[in-house]
């Protein structure tokens, strides 16, 4: 193995065992509730996993922009710089996350009108958002410190992080449900209780290991540093509210054709989430490394790197992509007994087996760019492709049905890394001339 590839397996397979564990946080929750007696548990812990997932996908944006920044400053040996920013990213986190939590009734309330919950549903799962939402804090402020952990070419912190998390919330959920009796409010304390661990441990990680010097309030506070820091925040912000928009708009599309093909689309896009856990692994590196040659001005070393997530992910992608065609069917069957939902999901079985070929560019060049700091091209991409997806959804939709969805979401996902690879190629040429 060449040392670029053992520096991006170095990087990108804790980072793997990370992204699989941190859906057990919601599925152990179900699981538990799934036991308490009523299906109105398992529909309101559901319904607040979603509110969270998109209430905290918002603001993935401390984890990408702390990272790219971060691995800069380490390659270029600023120690100091690498330390500001992670107290930087740190206030930041906890301070939004400490606003979310003073904020969390009409956020709920605003939510749950959005969800449209059903009557006995709907205030268990305000009843698990308000004790959850006290974790916010801790969340936003892990999110920081997985940034700052990538950054400094640390990923096996941000492993440890996960799984300490996912341990306590399932030691927590079942001793304050099936020892102390309590219900959804044991579980919604347990999930908080895991949170917290989680940053106090990373916390801990990073002050042991790193021993960060905290900076001067003027250093903290200085305006250039932190229009960067914005600047670079609010790109990846807009861009993922364009992401959301995108997946939003295809449930809800999906939702409008009937419940089965809600449901086999629902299913199918498991097999697009799971690829996205190993491709996302190989992103992180390219954020990482990336950033680091960056900051060293090693720009052999970065053009290596380009070429080695690229031949990765195309390898990666025609893998799993043969693992679909072969046996998407088998797959699903562990998901659902539904034949019905089964019969819909094997007319549309060849996009989740194109979706994976689809999608490996975007996942490879967003690390890369996010690595280099250079956000805004991945903004302007992720507009573009957006636009792409709701042009072709809606001068298919009437002739091709879900067809046309599925079609509209394979452009989507191609057009964004074939942009990002060109837009990054111009920008390569004019920094040369």
């Avoid at 410190?145 to 941000?158: D, E, I, P, V």
């Avoid at 347990?190 to 916390?203: D, K, N, V």
């Avoid at 498991?270 to 996205?276: I, N, R």
């Avoid at 001005?297 to 992509?321: E, N, P, Q, Y």
């Amino acid at each position: 193995m060449s040392s670029m590839r053992r520096q991006i397996a170095a990087i990108a397979l804790p980072a793997i065992i990370s992204n699989i564990t941190t859906p057990l946080l919601a599925m152990v929750d179900v699981a538990i509730v799934g036991h308490i007696g009523s299906a109105a548990y398992i529909g309101a812990i559901a319904i607040g996993s979603s509110m969270f997932n998109m209430l905290y996908w918002l603001f993935g944006f401390l984890r990408m922009g702390s990272s790219g920044l971060t691995a800069q400053a380490y390659g270029a040996s600023d120690r100091q710089s690498a330390d500001t920013l992670l107290f930087r990213a740190m206030a930041v986190g906890v301070t939004v996350g400490a606003v979310i939590m003073a904020l969390g009734v009409p956020v709920a309330d605003i939510m749950l009108r959005f969800m449209d919950a059903d009557s006995a549903t709907q205030p268990l799962a305000r009843r698990y958002f308000l004790i959850a939402i006290s974790g916010a804090p801790a969340t936003l402020g892990t999110f920081a410190l997985s940034g700052w952990f990538l950054g400094m070419q640390n990923s096996r912190a941000t492993m440890w992080m996960a799984l300490v998390t996912n341990v306590i919330n399932i030691a927590a959920s079942l001793t304050l449900v099936f020892g102390l009796g309590m219900r959804i409010e044991g579980v919604a304390i347990g999930s908080a209780t895991a949170q917290w661990s989680g940053f106090i441990f990373g916390l801990a990680v990073a002050l042991k290991k790193y021993r960060p010097k905290r900076p001067a309030i003027g250093r903290l506070l200085d305006a250039a540093e932190l229009r960067r820091f914005f600047t670079v925040n609010s790109d990846i912000f807009l861009r993922t509210l364009c992401l959301v928009a995108v997946t939003v708009w295809f449930t809800r599309a999906g939702a409008s054709q009937g419940v089965d093909i809600l449901a086999a689309n629902a299913l199918l896009l498991q097999l697009f989430m799971f690829f996205s856990y190993f491709m996302d692994g190989f992103a992180f590196a390219g954020e990482a490394l990336a950033g680091k040659f960056e900051g060293g001005g090693d720009r052999a070393s970065l053009s290596r790197l380009i070429k080695a997530l690229s031949m990765t992910g195309v390898a990666l992608a025609a893998g799993f992509s043969l693992i679909y065609l072969g046996g998407a069917g088998a797959i699903l069957s562990l998901l659902t007994d539904d034949k019905q939902v089964l019969m819909v999901c094997a007319n549309y079985r060849w996009w989740a087996v194109a979706v994976p070929l689809a999608g490996t560019m975007a996942f490879v060049w967003d690390g890369i760019l996010i690595g280099l700091t250079r956000t805004r091209i991945m903004l302007v991409a992720m507009a573009v492709s957006a636009l792409l997806f709701f042009a072709v959804y809606f001068s298919t939709v009437k002739t091709m049905g879900n067809h046309g969805l599925w079609l509209s979401f394979i452009v989507y996902l191609a057009s964004r890394g074939c942009c990002e690879m060109m837009m990054y190629g111009r920008f390569t040429r004019k920094r040369h001339r």
